[in-house]
T-cell receptor, first 117, second 114 residues
Framework: DTGVSQDPRHKITKRGQNVTFRCDPISEHNRLYWYRQTLGQGPEFLTYFQNEAQLEKSRLLSDRFSAERPKGSFSTLEIQRTEQGDSAMYLC???????????????FGEGSRLTVL | AQSVTQLGSHVSVSEGALVLLRCNYSSSVPPYLFWYVQYPNQGLQLLLKYTSAATLVKGINGFEAEFKKSETSFHLTKPSAHMSDAAEYFCAVSLTSGNTPLVFGKGTRLSVIA
């Protein structure tokens, strides 16, 4: 169990550029979540997957954001035409369903910090 | 929809003093409740969780929290603060169905003074 890993840890980009973040969850976890955290705020839910199916998307996830989990393992979060307001820490987390079908605790990665100039 | 409110964005205590971080939740059905801690430049780490078993929950590093349905609260306490407890603490809620993601509070930054 190597934990949740995210790449890159830091990304600086110019406004208007596209960026992509990758998340590798804990291997046996079938749920994967993306959150966004800005300074002084708690994590805000963006979207989550159960295996390869995207089950829910927040209204925070504008059309410029897209997330995929093609084989039910790693996931990518792409932001197109970045804006300065996209500057934040993007957190990935994973969990497994318990035998009763209830979502377990979330295990978080260290996050990918995006700075848009 | 469920939500959590953390009272106090910043709490400062002396080393050895009681730590009390407040969390109130709103949920239309019995919730699962969590406390996470975030150290600088690190990911969130689970401190403890309430999942409808015992109302007094013990976590790591000497922390505990008590679920009080009548007060819709889940306050986090530690009898004696240590310098290493300085961090950001987040309360979170989810529905017991497990079909909704965690909803986090805005966090409380704990400072420990020597």
């Amino acid at each position: 169990d190597t934990g949740v890993s995210q790449d890159p840890r830091h990304k600086i980009t110019k406004r208007g550029q596209n960026v992509t973040f990758r998340c590798d969850p804990i291997s046996e976890h079938n749920r994967l979540y993306w959150y966004r955290q800005t300074l002084g705020q708690g994590p805000e839910f963006l979207t989550y997957f159960q295996n390869e199916a995207q089950l829910e998307k927040s209204r925070l996830l504008s059309d410029r954001f897209s997330a995929e989990r093609p084989k039910g393992s790693f996931s990518t979060l792409e932001i197109q035409r970045t804006e300065q307001g996209d500057s934040a820490m993007y957190l990935c987390a994973s969990s497994s369903l318990t035998d009763r079908g209830q979502g377990g605790e979330l295990f978080f990665g260290e996050g990918s910090r995006l700075t848009v100039l | 929809a469920q939500s959590v409110t953390q009272l106090g964005s910043h709490v400062s205590v002396s080393e050895g003093a009681l730590v009390l971080l407040r969390c109130n939740y709103s949920s239309s059905v019995p919730p699962y409740l969590f406390w996470y801690v975030q150290y600088p430049n690190q990911g969130l780490q689970l401190l403890l969780k309430y999942t409808s078993a015992a109302t007094l929950v013990k976590g790591i590093n000497g922390f505990e929290a008590e679920f009080k349905k009548s007060e819709t609260s889940f306050h986090l306490t530690k009898p004696s603060a240590h310098m290493s407890d300085a961090a950001e603490y987040f309360c979170a809620v989810s529905l017991t169905s497990g079909n909704t993601p965690l909803v986090f509070g805005k966090g409380t930054r704990l400072s420990v003074i020597a």
